[in-house]
């Protein structure tokens, strides 16, 4: 197996984000999406029409048209002057949103999002797109603009490695405060265990934003379905208060029943906003799920 | 399993605060969880009782426990009592004379070849009878000790003190097992205790003659040692004849048997008891009156009580001339008797009798020829001033009167009584018979024994001789056996009587209780130390698991 190219390699197993392996594997995939809003020229496909190879459609002929581009064979069948259009390949920026809640911090959830986020900017490093990591919990901690290159890579992982969960979610106000800042529309994924009643909210002002979505859920095997506890007293990891329960296998049913109405309400969500949506299990492997939302993610 | 330290299982009451530190602290187990809304309106299981229990079972709290109770268990100090081979034996194998009932050797020979198997050796055997033996020395040749134990018998004599025994060796040794039928009285040793079969016997067996000199009394004493009543037939051969008696014995009890023998005439005499038993040797007993008989020769006045006392003690009948023993009554004697001689109110010269006097109060030396007297009952009236010969030996004084003193001459022995018998209840006392017979065996001491036990050695005088199955014996002659047996005399044949001394079997084996516990083939393993590792060890682990909680 060769040296992960790149030459940040070392910096990335020194934090113990990725492996030589992983990030050999990595370099091989590219981060893509068909669609972006930036003007920039890029690898990522614009819905404004521009100068690549990619036809898109026709329009009928304007005066001031590049006659290079009228289609003689439409005009040879129908007498009428009509003009190809083709995409416009554009940059689009990679925004990745952490949620660092100590709810994260349950079942090994902030590690498999510490190496899924590591992962992904490094497929936007290897894109030549721009990055940056805004790790957020009652609002966002890092405020920095996206930058490309090896250096700002070094620096997100560094920063990435530095992170520990801790306070209380809030996805309104983080997504919100964050979206407000203005920036440059581009490809912004959310990872976080969504487990805050005010999601739509901070989705929503993500989309107001321009940007292409993709709502990352990370839950834990023990979110998914809790073990028969017997007498406990469940305390919210965020929020501190607890009460008293019995956890046998018909509350455990009904805990799962509870979390699929709202995983469910997740997704109608982002339905509605035009958000993709993944599911990952910390105990499965991240650069894995970084693979499939490379591969999946479709705007 | 035994404690050296019990006192220490009081630490178990540092259970108390553990438990009330247990029930104070906090029972529910908190249970972090990402989304607590997701669990609103989750109706509580009704646990079952498993899970309820399983809610409640404390790891820690029973590690707790458990470290104070293995911390008690170690502090008491707990030992176990293992079976360890035996190492160096000492086997002491009683052979008194109870040993020889039959079938008794053979489980001596059992017992004593169980516990050779049982041990390591080296062995060594000691024969615990009169006297004391080596059966083998110390060897470590279990075939060869195996063999020498075949040897063992019994002696049908008495045995002596355990130390003894033992001393025959010259290091004491760690084990020492003694194998007999009487543990009473053993200390420091294991006893291996064999019982005793039941038993009847002869306890005793003596004869006497008449006072009339036409017959004899014997008097016997059988004893029924068993648990069930015994008809028993006891038969006394004489030269006469044979004699019959029957009695029923009740079980446990002794009893007395007086026949009349006829005859003017007998030395030796034979109790034998119907019907036998496992132990033979005290179902016949054997009597010889004692020395024979005594030729006498009878000086002064006649009295009667005398001759009787006299007949009482030995067989003696009257000669004029070249007799064993003079007796002077009332009379003065020209002349000191070449010979033993009684003096009763008689002088001679250097003892004569220089007149009467009233008797003071009675007194005594401490001398063995006194012993079983009562003097209180005696009445003296009056006394005679005699000469005390010098170097005397006074017994007897009436107040400031000597009235019975020893001496000797070169003539022989003397003795006198200072006293007229016939102004004292002396002769109507048994005292008389007592004192007369004592003092025979005082004046006559060349004269042997009628009776004798086994093992006891009698010392022969120059010109006497035992005839045995070995030959003629001289000198010093200890008998095995019991029987009556010829003894070669210069004034002719005489009898001997030997017979295994009732003592040595007739006690009966002491009850199971008092038998000294026997020192154990057994050590105790010491269980302290493990404990103790398991006291640190469930400490440890509480220790893990307190941090595995997180403190």
């Known amino acids: ?299 | 399993m035994s404690f050296a330290a019990p006192w220490a299982w009081l630490w178990v009451l540092a259970l108390l605060p553990v438990f009330i530190l247990h029930f104070l602290r906090k029972k529910e187990r908190d249970w972090p969880v990402s989304a607590l809304f997701l669990w609103e309106g989750v109706r509580p299981d009704r646990p079952r009782f498993v899970e309820r229990l399983r809610a409640r079972f404390d790891l820690l709290l029973l590690l707790q426990v458990l470290a104070v109770i293995l911390g008690a268990l170690a502090l008491s100090r707990p030992e176990r009592e293992i079976v360890r081979p035996a190492g160096p034996t000492l086997l002491v194998l009683d052979a008194s004379a109870s040993m020889a009932a039959e079938g008794m050797r053979e489980k001596v020979l059992a017992k004593a070849k169980d516990i050779v198997g049982e041990s390591t050796g080296p062995w060594a055997a000691v024969l615990w009878a009169e006297p004391p033996a080596l059966l083998f020395p110390s060897t470590s040749d279990r075939e060869l000790v195996l063999s020498e134990l075949d040897r063992y018998g019994p002696r049908l004599t008495p045995r002596p003190e355990l130390h003894q025994a033992l001393a025959l060796l010259p290091e004491p040794w760690p084990r020492v097992v003694v194998i007999t039928d009487n543990p009473k009285g053993i200390s420091g040793a294991e006893v291996v205790a064999i019982p005793r079969p039941e038993n009847v016997g002869i306890t005793a067996f003596s004869v006497r003659p008449s006072p009339d000199g036409v017959r004899y009394e014997a008097f016997l004493r059988v004893v029924n040692a068993t648990s069930a009543y015994k008809d028993m037939q006891i038969r006394v051969i004489s030269e006469a004849g044979e004699f019959w008696a029957s009695r029923l014995v009740p079980p446990g009890e002794e009893e007395e048997v007086v026949l009349v023998l006829p005859g003017a005439r007998a030395g030796a005499f034979v109790a034998e008891l119907r019907p036998t038993d496992s132990f033979p040797w005290d179902n016949v007993r054997y009597f010889v009156l004692e020395g024979g008989e005594v030729a006498t020769t009878w000086l002064g006045l006649e009295d009667r009580y005398l001759w009787a006392a006299l007949r009482a003690g030995v067989s003696a009948y009257r000669v004029s001339e070249n007799p064993d023993l003079f007796v002077a009554v009332s009379t003065h004697l020209s002349s000191e008797p070449p010979g033993p001689c009684l003096l009763v109110a008689s002088g001679c010269p250097g003892a004569a009798i220089l007149g009467e006097a009233e008797a003071g109060p009675l007194s005594a030396a401490p001398n063995p020829l006194l012993e079983n007297l009562s003097l209180s009952d005696w009445r003296i009236g009056r006394v005679y001033r005699q000469e005390v010969p010098p170097g005397a030996q006074v017994l007897l004084w009436a107040g400031e009167i000597p009235i019975l003193f020893l001496w000797e001459s070169s003539g022989g022995r003397k003795a006198a009584f200072a006293m007229d018998l016939s102004r004292t209840n002396l002769p109507l006392l048994p005292d008389f018979p007592i004192l007369i017979r004592n003092l025979l065996g005082w004046l006559l001491p060349q004269r042997p024994e009628g009776n004798v036990i086994v093992g006891q050695s009698v010392e022969l005088p120059p010109g006497f001789s035992v005839v045995t199955e070995l030959g003629a014996v001289q000198d010093l002659w200890v008998p095995e056996k019991p029987g009556i047996f010829r003894i070669e005399t210069p004034r002719g044949p005489k009898w001997l009587a030997v017979n295994v001394p009732w003592e040595t079997v007739g006690p009966e084996a002491p009850l199971a209780a008092e038998v000294p516990k026997p020192l154990p083939a057994k050590a105790s393993l010491p269980l302290w130390p493990w404990a103790t590792v398991a006291f640190l060890f469930v400490l440890g682990a509480e220790a893990l698991v307190f941090l595995w909680r997180g403190g």
């Open chain 1, 1 to 299: 197996m060769g040296r992960a190219p790149g030459g940040f390699a070392d910096s990335a197993q020194a934090l113990e984000l990725l492996s030589a392996e992983e990030l050999w594997a990595l370099s091989r995939t590219r981060l893509s999406l068909r669609r972006a809003r930036s003007l920039a020229p890029g690898e990522h496909l614009s819905f404004r029409a521009g100068a690549s190879l990619e036809f898109a459609d026709h329009r009928p002929y304007q005066p001031g048209d590049d006659l290079r581009l009228i289609d003689w064979a439409v005009y040879a069948r129908h007498k009428k002057l009509v003009t190809k259009v083709f995409s416009r390949e554009v940059e689009a920026p990679v925004y990745l949103l952490l949620d660092c809640s100590a709810s994260m911090g349950l079942g090994g959830k902030f590690l498999f999002a510490r190496k899924l986020a590591a992962a992904l900017l490094f497929l936007a490093f290897r894109s030549g797109d721009r990055f940056g990591i805004y790790p957020f919990s009652v609002s966002v901690v890092g405020l920095g603009r996206p930058r490309r290159g090896r250096p700002a890579l070094v620096r997100a992982f560094q920063e990435i490695a530095k992170l520990s969960p801790k306070g209380r979610t809030d996805l309104a106000q983080a997504l919100s405060s964050w979206a407000e800042r203005g920036w440059e529309p581009g490809l912004c994924l959310v990872l976080s265990d969504f487990f805050a009643p005010d999601f739509r909210e901070g989705l929503l002002a993500l989309r107001y934003g321009r940007h292409i979505v993709a709502a990352v859920q990370i839950l834990a095997p023990e979110d998914l379905s809790p073990p028969v506890l017997g007498e406990v007293r469940l305390v919210d990891a965020e929020e501190g208060r607890g009460r008293p329960a019995v956890v046998g296998p018909a509350a455990c049913r009904a805990y799962q029943e509870n979390l699929r109405r709202w995983n469910q309400e997740l997704a109608k969500t982002c339905e509605e906003l035009g958000i993709s949506q993944f599911l990952f299990v910390s105990d499965s492997s991240p650069v894995a799920a970084a693979f499939i939302l490379a591969r999946r993610w479709r705007p």
